[in-house]
């Protein structure tokens, strides 16, 4: 079989979804296709080596490889779906537009987008929030936070009407507040942990929100306002996703190569570890000639207690 004739046939073979009898007709074509399977393969990669070097850590100093290599690997997920034409659904748009490439009365909206969202952004605040040494309650409240503004998003794009912009606008006040405690509540706790930990979150914090007030741009310009073409809405999305996880888990693993959890607060031990307080594991056996000895020592402490009295 000659592979150099092979083509991207996706959109053949899985692009005629029928929405109420009709199909998307503003929707990806080949080269929006080969672009999601493009972003696909970086993140694939970038799952194999995030993943490959927590080996270079002890086990209990590897869940910054572990919640990073996860984004990616959902992420490089995702983006398989969107390149094989899968995982969306057409609505109609709000906004008729004259330009041919978005013309039409069926937008097609990938909500596999969103559902990589809203696993992906959580792991994201994980990696940055236990970063700066937060308090579990503000990130699990931050996470909650950030789930609305993705869900929020996801209603907002399946809305064919102008109450769509009412979703809009909840995503944009729950961002704003996810923005603050990442630029602001948990940039101060990493500053009292020590410059370095500091020094990598700041980068890495300000590097993700920077990046996150763009996708409500990319989302107004796209599901929201149907302004620009399927394929310029993959290229838009893929470089932010790119820019935010990837090139975020190189940024962060590498200021991570010299902190210690421990000191972030992240006390993890492996079953072959001390027990806390420096006592060895023992066997049963151990333990039990242990007591043994320990009433031998007992009777034999009294005895002489005996004789000097």
């Not at 500091?198 to 914090?205: D, R």
């Amino acid at each position: 079989m000659d592979l150099t004739k092979r083509k991207n046939d996706a959109i053949n073979a899985n692009g005629n979804h029928f929405v109420n009898g009709a199909t998307s007709n503003i929707a990806i074509t080949t080269h929006g296709s080969d672009w999601y399977f493009a972003v696909c393969a970086v993140m694939f990669v970038s799952t194999i080596a995030f993943a490959g070097l927590s080996f270079t850590k002890p086990r209990s100093h590897r869940i910054f490889h572990y919640i990073t290599a996860a984004i990616t690997m959902v992420a490089a997920i995702a983006y398989f779906t969107m390149g094989a034409d899968l995982g969306e659904t057409g609505i109609k748009p709000e906004f008729i537009r004259t330009n041919s490439k978005v013309a039409g009365n069926l937008r097609e909206i990938f909500y596999v987008r969103y559902i990589d969202w809203v696993i992906t952004t959580p792991l994201l605040l994980m990696d940055l929030l236990l970063t700066a040494g937060m308090p579990w309650p503000t990130i699990l409240y931050t996470i909650l936070i950030d789930e609305i503004m993705i869900i929020t998003g996801l209603i907002g794009a399946l809305v064919t009407s102008s109450y769509k912009w009412g979703y809009y606008t909840f995503g944009c006040v729950a961002f704003l507040w996810v923005a603050w405690t990442v630029t602001w509540t948990a940039r101060k706790h990493a500053a009292a942990i020590g410059p370095d930990v500091s020094k990598t979150y700041l980068i890495c914090g300000v590097w993700t929100i920077f990046l996150w007030f763009l996708y409500p741009i990319a989302w107004g310009l796209s599901e929201g306002g149907n302004v620009i073409a399927p394929d310029s809405e993959a290229v838009f999305y893929g470089i932010l996703d790119i820019l935010a996880k990837p090139v975020f888990g190189t940024l962060l693993l590498w200021g991570h190569r010299n902190i210690e959890p421990s000191r972030l607060g992240l006390h993890i031990r492996d079953y072959d570890d001390p027990m806390p307080g420096g006592l060895e594991r023992k066997s049963e056996k151990d333990i039990g000639n242990g007591h043994h000895n320990s009433g031998v020592a007992d009777n034999t402490a009294t005895t002489t207690g005996a004789s000097t009295v």
